[in-house]
């Protein structure tokens, strides 16, 4: 097996559990295939494990922890699948859609897999975990034996820092053109082959739950409805009246289907950008009870940060013009270079610009099926507040 070492103090972030080796931080850059198992050494020659090498990424080596392999075997994957599988049955064993594997922070860097029942979506990477698909899926089919079938979801931007083209296909069995799962009460359509990201907003389930509770009696303004997640929630809870907006006509035709399926007669969905829709409000003199904020990650890397907060600081801007006192602010973030007290420092500035008094009632991040691993903070993005409008 090639050896790469760290040059010389560069070791201490490594040393504490991060998984990312970066290639400025090796001595040299060896002229192996991308996808290489290598094994990281320290300047003196301390093994930190084995890990996925790529030479052309700045994220050089991902490491995978272990000392005791000289090669990644479906064994491997299947040990930590199994894993990941055990914390989730302890976590949330009445569901039937949930992340199985979240990447670094379930000690399988590069690797995504979400459950929707008996079907499987998966996300690779890095050039190391697409490589070895083959034996993910075989691990797969060992450690949950009911998957009907396995769909590869490779849409992700991500995939371009590695020098990997997007991709979808179906892996292993079949997959159906509908699904129909419960999340809380509510029948979802979803259509693994056709939707965003890997099927559904799966860290975001609990919170819709969360604000649909609140709702009873509330007129609701859900911005970035995609499938009308938050907005079917606030329905089935007894909402007066309930508006998703998303500019994704795609999308909209599936939240509408879901009101059907549901019977949710309150809820009405509308094609339109939000910032555009949510200025058209404000000139009108409309208020919401309630208005949600879910909006796609603004920053994808640092240097679109300051983008991205004059971007929350609008939209939050908005969002609090269109409130009366007693109503609610739902609002967050999905950008982990938009740290959570900057998100707040801009969210409080734009109140106190208006002269609004917020009370929060409640913060939150990932569920426990998107676990952060607490020496990698890159494994935190999410951001959710709930405010009460004083």
């Known amino acids: 097996m090639h050896e790469v070492y760290l040059r ?23 002229r192996l295939p991308a996808g290489s ?22 994220i050089c080596v991902r490491l995978l922890r272990t000392d005791e392999l000289e090669e990644v075997t479906v064994d491997f994957f299947a040990e930590r699948i199994a894993q990941a599988l055990a914390l989730r049955r302890r976590l949330c064993p009445q569901e039937m859609m949930y992340r199985l594997v979240h990447g670094e922070a379930d000690l399988l860097p590069g690797l995504v897999v979400d459950r929707y029942g008996d079907y499987l979506a998966i996300q690779t990477l890095s050039v190391g975990m697409d490589l ?42 079949s997959i159906p053109e509908q699904l129909i799962l419960e999340e809380f009460g509510l029948q979802l359509e979803l259509r693994l082959l056709e939707g965003q990201k890997t099927g559904a907003y799966l860290d975001q389930r609990y919170h819709r739950a969360l604000t649909g509770r609140l709702a ?16 079917l929630h606030a329905a089935r809870h007894g909402a007066q009246e309930v508006l998703g907006i998303d500019s994704s006509a795609s999308a909209l035709d599936c939240a509408r289907r879901n009101a059907e399926l549901n019977r949710l007669e309150q809820v009405r969905f509308h094609e339109a950008d939000v910032f555009s829709f949510l200025r058209e409000q404000v000139s009108s003199g409309a208020q ?24 929350y600081a609008e939209l939050n ?34 109140a106190a610009r208006l002269g609004r008094q917020l009370r929060l009632l409640y913060r939150g991040t990932q569920p426990p099926d998107h676990p952060i691993l607490l020496s990698m903070p890159e494994t935190q993005y999410l951001k959710f507040f709930l405010f009460a409008v004083l």
């Open 8 to 30: 010389p103090g560069h070791d201490e972030r490594v040393r504490s559990g991060h998984l990312w080796v970066f290639s400025n931080e090796l001595q040299d850059l060896p």
């Open 37 to 58: 198992i290598v094994r990281v050494r320290s300047a003196t020659g301390e093994s930190f494990g084995i890990g996925f090498y790529n030479p052309h990424s700045l």
């Open 132 to 173: 070895r698909l083959p034996l993910i899926v075989e691990a797969l089919r060992q450690v949950v034996p009911e998957t009907k079938g396995i769909v590869e979801k490779n849409h992700s931007r991500l995939r371009e820092l590695e020098q990997l083209p997007q991709r979808q296909r179906i892996l292993y069995g």
């Open 216 to 231: 009873q009696g509330l007129r609701v303004l859900d911005c970035f409805t995609y499938c009308g997640g938050f907005a």
């Open 288 to 311: 919401w009870d309630m208005v949600i904020l879910d909006p796609p990650a603004f920053a994808k890397s640092r240097r679109h940060v300051p983008a991205a907060k004059r971007g």
């Open 317 to 350: 801007r908005l969002a609090l013009l269109l409130i009366p006192s007693g109503g609610y602010l739902v609002t967050s973030s999905c950008s982990h270079h938009v740290f959570e007290a900057v998100f707040l420092e801009v969210i409080f500035t734009e």
